[in-house]
Nanobody, 126 residues
Framework: QVQLVESGGGLAQAGGSLRLSCAASVRAFSSCAMGWFRQAPGKEREFVAA????????GIAEFLTDRSTISRDDAKNTVYLQMTSLKPEDTAVYYC???????????????????WGQGTQVTVTS
């Protein structure tokens, strides 16, 4: 079982930056593929970014390709999502997800993850 706690959300102005963190309570964090998803009101949860258990493979959604970076610090059992040039359409609840896996890649579907955090609200004003 993996417990995840997100932090770093909040209010930001368009053009600003935020760094989201996700702390995992699990012994085998280095065996976890990690992902970030977001859900805006009235919309489905969508993929934002993912990183493999080794950190060598990452995937970023097209709408954030040039504006975000995902990284992990296994010494801290934490994964980060750095977002820049924020837009009002980035407003959503951002969720962290984890999956203990033997796979060396990353996952982009929410159905591929077994553990979820409670989410952190990101609100971007124009």
């Amino acid at each position: 079982q993996v417990q995840l706690v997100e932090s770093g959300g909040g209010l930001a102005q368009a053009g600003g930056s935020l760094r989201l963190s996700c702390a995992a309570s699990v012994r085998a964090f280095s065996s976890c593929a990690m992902g970030w998803f977001r859900q805006a009101p009235g919309k489905e949860r969508e993929f934002v970014a993912a990183i493999s258990k080794t950190g060598t493979n990452v995937g970023i959604a097209e709408f954030l390709t040039d504006r975000s970076t995902i990284s992990r610090d296994d010494a801290k059992n934490t994964v980060y999502l750095q977002m820049t040039s924020l837009k009002p359409e980035d407003t959503a609840v951002y969720y962290c997800a984890a999956r203990i896996t033997a796979y060396w890649g990353f996952y982009t579907s929410p159905n591929d993850y077994y553990n979820w955090g409670q989410g952190t609200q990101v609100t971007v004003t124009s």
